[in-house]
């Protein structure tokens, strides 16, 4: 049970980190820069919003089937397939949630560092400092959808005993295998740390 | 002379908001660009804070061409206060030690710094206080702060009591006195009395067009021009 909790948080966190690497920089890219196409790209995120993770499991286990664009890369059934295909799934909440988070900060903020002194890496930090309450709500949401999710884990995971099985593929499959109880306490823990992990960034996001 | 503007134009959607205007900000002096709303103000001290180009025309920052390579070098020399006071969600400390923060000095030296420059705007024992949780009158003064502490070349206040009670226009007032002569400042207001206090010189701005500069006396006691004469009446201007 420890083996499978531990395995979640540490796929469900890895993909969070992933997905932050390249979202954050998109997220500021759209709500700082003026450019052609800006509201179309914001409601394309906003649209993958709603992505069935079995659809993007399914996509995601065509690209990395044997016989894939990514097949030589052997991600199908590893730790790391699912830790790439959870921060794909994760990426447009935390674009969409962080991009209106920045846009709700002054925009004179963005000129007041400016005439301060700072280069535009400097000011895009100290965007993202005043929009901090919003970004954490995204890494939280972000989160909880990557730990909480069942299609991308199963699908891409294939729910290897020892290997790439993690709380919700056990729980899932473990039904059908009669271990309910089991089961019921895999749910306990997942609720635990969801509850116990949102409480805590909570907590950071106060004044 | 600290800076020039040539002949600059600023258009937004091919609106003109600055029509062909020069001017010069001579160093260590005070200059008052005064003018009723709507009369491009607080755009001129934007492209004068090297935050926007102008459509046509040149500025000059101690004699030389401002271009995109030495923007970065004058930024932090010019330092703008804003009309609608923007501070950051930190304490009054961290707002006003952020720009040395950027420029690496030693937490020593910035505590130094920072402490020293509160004490000058009157707000020493606000150090700690979060900065959103100020009055307004408090806001500005801390804003002012964070711009007085980086020791710029040139200071541009773009109307700095336009929201303020008497009681806290007298203290920018004050602290705008105070650093006279030893920072050159561009100030914005539509108060031409006020104007006359502070300044060395002053201009007179009307639907984008510099319409007058001089001294205070020549452009409050005895205005020649028309619309400046209704302007400090109070009168409506065309």
């Not at chain 2, 020039?4 to 260590?28: A, F, H, N, Q």
């Not at chain 2, 000059?60 to 401002?66: A, F, I, S, T």
């Not at chain 2, 020293?116 to 009055?135: E, H, I, N, Q, W």
């Not at chain 2, 701005?205 to 020649?224: C, H, N």
Request: hydrophobic share 45%.
């Amino acid at each position: 049970m420890l083996d499978i909790t531990l395995r979640s948080l540490l796929i469900s966190s890895s993909a969070t980190l992933l997905g932050l690497l390249w979202s954050i920089p998109i997220a500021l890219a759209i709500s700082m820069k003026e450019f052609r196409g800006k509201s179309v790209v914001k409601s394309v995120f906003n649209a993958l919003l709603g992505i069935p993770t079995v659809a993007l499991g399914l996509i995601l286990w065509i690209l990395y089937a044997r016989r894939g664009p990514f097949g030589p890369l052997h991600l199908l059934y590893t730790p790391i397939g699912m830790i790439i295909g959870e921060a794909i799934l994760i990426t447009p909440i935390i674009v969409s949630f962080t991009t209106s988070a920045l846009e709700t900060v002054h925009p004179e903020v963005k000129d007041l560092t400016r005439t301060l002194g700072a280069s535009e890496r400097q000011t895009s930090f100290a965007v993202l400092s005043e929009a901090k309450n919003g970004t954490i709500l995204a890494i939280i949401a972000a989160f909880n959808r990557s730990i909480a999710e069942l299609g991308v884990a199963l699908m891409v995971g294939g729910n290897i005993y020892g290997y790439t099985q993690v709380l919700t593929t056990k729980i899932a499959t473990g039904v059908n295998m009669g271990e309910t109880v089991l089961c019921l306490e895999l749910t306990a823990i997942l609720l635990a740390i969801v509850f116990f992990l949102t409480l805590a960034m909570n907590l950071l996001r106060r004044d | 002379m600290l800076e020039e503007l040539v002949s600059i134009s600023r258009e937004y959607d091919g609106v003109p908001v600055i029509k062909t205007l020069s001017m010069k900000v001579r160093d260590g002096q005070v200059l008052s660009i005064i003018g009723p709303n709507g009369a491009g103000k607080t755009t001129l001290l934007r492209m004068m804070a090297l935050l926007e180009k102008p459509t046509e025309g040149k500025i000059y920052y101690n004699g030389k061409k401002v271009d995109g390579s030495s923007l970065n070098k004058i930024r932090g020399r010019v330092t703008m206060v804003f009309q609608r006071t923007v501070n950051f969600n930190k304490t009054v400390f961290k707002n006003v030690a952020y720009g040395l923060e950027l420029k690496k000095m030693s937490q020593n030296e910035i505590e130094r710094s920072v402490m020293r420059t509160l004490d000058l705007v009157g707000m020493k024992k606000f150090a700690d206080r979060p900065a959103k949780k100020l009055s307004g009158g408090e806001q500005q003064r801390l804003a002012i702060a964070r711009a007085l502490v980086l020791d710029p070349e040139l200071l541009l206040l773009d109307e700095p009591t336009a929201n303020l009670d008497p009681k806290n226009t007298l203290g920018v007032e004050r602290i705008i006195n105070e650093i006279k002569g030893k920072t050159t400042v561009v100030v914005s207001t539509n108060n031409p009395y006020q104007a006359g206090r502070l300044s060395d010189r002053i201009a007179c701005l009307l639907d984008g067009r510099l319409i007058s500069e001089g001294t205070p006396k020549e452009i409050i006691d005895r205005p020649r021009d028309a619309r400046i004469k209704k302007f400090v009446r109070g009168e409506l201007i065309q």
